[in-house]
């Protein structure tokens, strides 16, 4: 008999046990919040609250994904929410501002580019510095290849359509921000746009745009226009942890973290 | 008689095997010989053609592998971001550069170059400081422009390069420039063949310059082409060496690969050929030494019969041959033994014959003078009683009791004598022989100085009772016991046994007394005969004896020894109506 209850008991450990790993949510997701401002806000959810959030990180795709089938309660993402998403369920709450910045190899000499500028060099319109007041040199473009399926809006705002038929012939098109960063580090010609939070680094030099730097509280304040909602999005119904971190995430400490993390608040 | 008549059988034999072994072995050692030579030149060619087969699928993997790399590396993102970056946006050589000497760094390629689409260079790995020079003759890369990858081998200042050439295409698919990657067909290169392949290698140039070695010795000069199959020496070796054509991109052979094998096969041939000879002596030795030795065995038998046949021939039958065997020579001996028992049997008959012809002749002859002088001195004997009445005379009448003792001893010699010729036939009765010989022994015992003569009488159990004269029979006990007393000397012991064999009744009197040699016994059943003293006997009891047993059918043998003692034995044949009868 007290060979079984000992069975038993060694049977019931991982039923035993399971209580306090659900005390804990997943999130998966774009790796600009990831990089930036998730695992802070994780931190801080938990010394608060005691619950874990944790934080795994991926691109847009793998947050969409993993909410879609469970495996997270919360997925991230750059772009906003496609309507066929909508349609099966899905909600994106807007957490953050991701702050677009336009960088440069620390060699250029250039401190400030206009938007309408940096559209044509895009577009292809201005294909050398020289144009730009610099050296007679042509401009190597390094765009970031990513969410073509979204309306991803930097894209919309440089005026390149989705399947990037406008961009310039003269791009160097590069998967990562870590590429395009090592990029412009590298080629003294190079430019680029990408988040703040991987830009800061003294590798690459970030340029004012339009006379405005790229701050959260230019953001805030509505000057710095090269800005993009980043969201996480969670089933129609999220579990009260989930909207409790999300809650958390938007109140003025979650926000603080947020434009402490190189990211422009959301309110 | 030739030399090879006199020799044995085994010698012939012998002989013949050792000619026939060595006059096989003298004609299979050629063709052996041969046949080594010849698989072994074979299995040497199909080696050679194997040792070239690998070394041309260890130059076809490098190409392979080198193609594969041109063919990779060409869709290498920072190959291609960096050599569009120098091509099409005026960027720095250095960065196309740093991308293919990492690749070199990181993989089995010794030698990477970039040229833009113009087919200028714009980067090479072993020449970092060449660019701008223009490659639009060189066919592989020309190839490359046009948007294929080849692969071949080429002649570089250094040597001889195993390259591929591959086009370089951007992401919207325009050609940017091509990239050639090569293996340096240098020593290292061959020396990793030759690890592989197990042959020494070299290259030379079309020209016959040695470019390449992985044989230090060659360093100095390529060999000169030659007819057949070229054999070099080198630093005491002795190498087949095999020529391949190294063709580049055109039909032209740009020079060729020496493959060099250690031709050990002189060497081999050799030592197979020793091995052969002592195998093949060994083995004619041993063929010998054991033919000999299974000779010698088999013929053993026939030099017993050979031995025995000599031994009978000079009259000894009691030769046999001893030998358990089924085959035809064992059959032999037993017919052999057969032969010789026979042979003992028919000498031992005749000599039984003529020693009783002997007998039956002097007994013809004693018959005779005793019938002749029976009467005369019966006759003695009366007048000389009649005469010895009528004198007073005391003394002539003491003469005349000798002459009458002396006439009466007379006429017992002749009637023993009668009684030997078998005069005297013998009246038969039905006769218990213990008891006859119980009877013979106690009255000897009681007439005789036994002193120191021990007799024993062990009589047979259930004898039969036998026909015979108890009067003559109970004389050849006597005489047999008497003589057995007077053969010994001091003390002895005599014995009498009775028993029955088949047919017949022995009796046996053994005595330990001085014994008689083959001679003695030969003779001593003849008249007058005896090795006793002189006055001691008449010589006629054994010989009466000898008569009695013949007259009942009967035969009398002796066996003795000179010092040891005499054994008689009688043997009387029992009547079958008599059989059972006790």
């Given at each position: ?267 | 008689?030739s030399l090879w008549?006199?020799l044995s059988l085994q010698k012939k034999i012998v002989l013949i095997i050792i000619a026939t072994t060595l006059s096989a072995t003298i004609s299979i050692v050629p063709a052996l010989f041969f046949t080594i030579r010849t698989a072994m030149m074979n299995q040497q060619q199909a080696y050679l053609t194997g040792v070239r087969n690998l070394v041309e699928g260890l130059l ?130 061959v020396k990793?063949i030759r690890n592989l392949s197990g042959a020494e290698i070299g290259?030379t ?8 070695s992985s044989l230090p010795a060659l360093?100095t000069s390529a060999p000169q082409p030659a007819q057949g199959r070229e054999v070099l020496h080198i630093s005491g070796k002795r190498y087949i060496l095999m020529r391949m054509p ?10 060729e690969l020496l493959i060099m094998t250690e031709d050990k096969l002189p060497e081999i041939i050799k030592n197979a050929h020793i091995t052969v000879t002592f195998i093949l002596v060994f083995i004619a030795v041993l063929s010998i030494v054991a033919t000999g030795l299974i000779i010698r065995r088999v013929l ?283």
């Amino acid at each position: 008999m007290r060979y079984l209850l000992i069975f038993f008991s060694i049977l019931t450990i991982p039923f035993r046990l399971s209580p306090a790993v659900a005390e804990g949510i997943y999130y998966q997701g774009t790796h600009i919040l990831t990089y930036s401002a998730m695992n802070k806000l994780s931190k801080a959810f938990e010394k608060k609250t005691g619950l874990r959030v944790m934080v795994r990180g991926g691109g847009c795709s793998d947050g969409i994904a993993t909410v879609r089938n469970g495996r997270a309660e919360m997925g991230g993402l750059c772009c906003p929410l496609p309507q066929r998403l909508k349609d099966k369920g899905i909600v994106a709450h807007p957490v953050a501002m991701d702050i677009k910045v336009v960088v440069v190899n620390r060699e250029n000499p250039l401190k400030n580019i206009s938007l309408e500028q940096l559209r044509d060099i895009h577009t292809g319109k201005i294909t050398n510095w020289k144009e730009l007041g610099w050296k007679d040199a042509p401009i190597a473009l390094i765009y970031r290849r990513h969410c073509l399926d979204m309306d991803e809006p930097v894209r919309r705002a440089l005026g390149i359509k989705d399947d990037l038929s406008n961009l310039s012939k003269k791009t160097i098109v590069v998967r990562t921000d870590m590429e395009l960063l090592e990029y412009v580090s590298r080629f003294k010609t190079a430019v680029g746009v990408t988040s703040k939070v991987f830009a800061v680094t003294e590798d690459v030099k970030i340029l004012d745009l339009d006379g405005v730097r790229a701050t959260p509280l230019n953001v805030k304040n509505h000057l710095y226009r090269l800005t993009s909602p980043l969201y996480i999005i969670t089933k129609a119904h999220p579990g009260k942890l989930t909207k409790s971190f999300l809650r958390f995430i938007l109140s003025p400490d979650g926000q603080a973290i947020i434009t402490g993390s190189n990211l422009g608040a959301i309110r | 008689m030739s030399l090879w008549q006199d020799l044995s059988l085994q010698k012939k034999i012998v002989l013949i095997i050792i000619a026939t072994t060595l006059s096989a072995t003298i004609s299979i050692v050629p063709a052996l010989f041969f046949t080594i030579r010849t698989a072994m030149m074979n299995q040497q060619q199909a080696y050679l053609t194997g040792v070239r087969n690998l070394v041309e699928g260890l130059l076809e993997d490098n190409h392979r592998a080198v193609m594969n790399y041109a063919v990779l590396f060409s869709r290498d993102r920072a190959v291609k971001d960096n050599l569009f970056y120098h091509t099409e946006l005026a960027g720095e050589r250095i960065h196309p550069l740093r991308a293919v000497k990492h690749l070199v760094d990181a993989f089995d390629v010794e030698f990477i170059e970039l040229t833009d689409r113009e087919g200028s260079v714009v980067a090479n790995t072993s020449e970092p400081d060449l660019f701008d020079v223009s490659r639009k003759e060189d066919p592989y890369i020309r190839d490359a422009l046009s948007g294929k990858t080849t692969t071949g081998i080429k002649r570089l200042t250094r040597g001889m390069l195993l390259t591929a050439s591959s086009p370089i295409y951007y992401d919207q698919g325009q050609l940017i420039g091509t990239i050639t990657t090569g293996i340096f067909m240098d020593d290292l290169f061959v020396k990793r063949i030759r690890n592989l392949s197990g042959a020494e290698i070299g290259i030379t140039d079309s020209e016959g310059t040695l470019l390449a070695s992985s044989l230090p010795a060659l360093k100095t000069s390529a060999p000169q082409p030659a007819q057949g199959r070229e054999v070099l020496h080198i630093s005491g070796k002795r190498y087949i060496l095999m020529r391949m054509p190294i063709k580049g991109n055109d039909t032209r052979p740009s020079g060729e690969l020496l493959i060099m094998t250690e031709d050990k096969l002189p060497e081999i041939i050799k030592n197979a050929h020793i091995t052969v000879t002592f195998i093949l002596v060994f083995i004619a030795v041993l063929s010998i030494v054991a033919t000999g030795l299974i000779i010698r065995r088999v013929l053993k038998p026939v030099q017993a019969l050979e031995m025995g046949a000599e031994r009978i021939g000079k009259g000894d039958f009691r030769q046999r041959i001893d030998m358990k065997s089924g085959d035809e020579i064992g059959k032999l001996a037993d017919a052999f033994n057969k032969m010789a028992e026979n042979l003992e049997k028919m000498r031992e008959m005749e000599e039984r014959l003529s020693h009783a012809e002997r007998l039956a002749s002097i007994g013809r002859f004693t018959a005779g003078i005793a019938h002749e002088m029976n009467n005369p001195i019966a006759n003695i004997i009366g007048l000389l009683k009649i005469t010895r009445r009528e004198i007073t005379d005391e003394s002539i009448r003491e003469d005349l009791d000798i002459a009458i003792k002396e006439a009466m001893r007379c006429g017992a010699i002749v009637r023993d004598l009668l009684l030997y010729s078998r005069q005297s036939p013998p009246h038969k009765e039905p006769l218990h022989i213990n008891s006859l010989v119980e009877e013979v022994v106690k009255t000897i015992e009681q007439s005789q100085d036994l002193t120191g003569i021990e007799i024993i009488f062990s009589p047979g159990n259930d004898l039969p009772a036998i026909y015979a004269d108890p009067v003559q029979i109970e004389q050849v006990m006597r005489n047999l016991i008497l003589n057995a007393i007077q053969a010994i000397e001091d003390k002895g012991r005599i014995t009498i046994e009775t028993s029955k064999e088949g047919m017949n009744l022995l009796i046996k009197v053994t005595d330990t007394g001085k014994g008689m040699d083959a001679e003695e016994v030969e003779k001593i059943f003849y008249p007058f005969y005896t090795t006793k003293g002189t006055g001691e006997g008449t010589g006629l009891g054994l010989t009466v004896s000898y008569g009695i047993v013949q007259a009942h059918g009967g035969e009398i043998k002796v066996k003795s020894k000179k010092g040891e003692g005499s054994c008689f034995t009688v043997k009387i044949p029992i009547s079958p109506d008599l059989e059972g009868r006790l």
